[in-house]
């Protein structure tokens, strides 16, 4: 685009389109100002002519305090009724399988199968059903999940022998 340098002094915006100014430009008092004729009715006249009084719109009014911000909320919020019956459901699931281990090897392992399938679970309530029930599902089996590594862990440092092979 080619600037455009000078010219602009030169030239004047249409009448009725600056403000009023303190010192009028005008050769006769304001009283006494000509009318402006209109244009047959059904015409539209261009550019659009008003008064110099008219010519910005009134500000509105200052307000003590900002406007309020948005807000924005969760569609399907998370409610504590059903994540506290996913961890009671996710409790009951890793004690029944807990409990099917004799031994450290075999109740690591039950754990882990059971923290897999409770991700299962979690995956499709997560899509399909109650995500809070999902939530806590995914917090008991994690939580299951770390206690049985504090378990494992703690033999390992012990008897320095890796408990799960």
Do not use: C, K
């Not at 004690?95 to 923290?115: H, I």
């Not at 499709?124 to 008991?140: H, K, P």
Request: avoid cysteine; proline fraction near 18%.
């Amino acid at each position: 685009m080619a600037e455009q340098h000078g010219g602009w002094a030169e030239t004047s915006p249409p009448p009725g389109w600056l403000p009023p100014s303190a010192a009028p430009a005008a050769p006769f008092p304001p009283s006494a100002s000509p009318a402006r004729p209109l244009p047959p009715s059904g015409s539209p006249s261009f550019p659009p002519t008003a008064s110099p009084a008219l010519a910005f719109p009134p500000s509105a009014p200052a307000l003590p305090f900002p406007p309020p911000r948005p807000v924005y909320r969760e569609p399907h919020p998370i409610r504590t009724a059903p994540l506290l019956t996913g961890l009671a459901a996710a409790a009951l699931w890793f004690a029944l399988f807990g409990s099917l281990g004799r031994d450290l090897f075999s109740y690591a392992w039950w754990t882990v199968a059971a923290a897999i399938s409770a991700w299962f679970v979690a995956a499709f309530l997560t899509l399909v059903g109650d995500r809070g029930v999902a939530v806590g599902v995914a917090l008991t089996s994690g939580l299951a999940l770390s206690i049985a590594a504090g378990f494992v862990g703690a033999r390992w440092i012990t008897t320095n022998d890796w408990p799960l092979w």
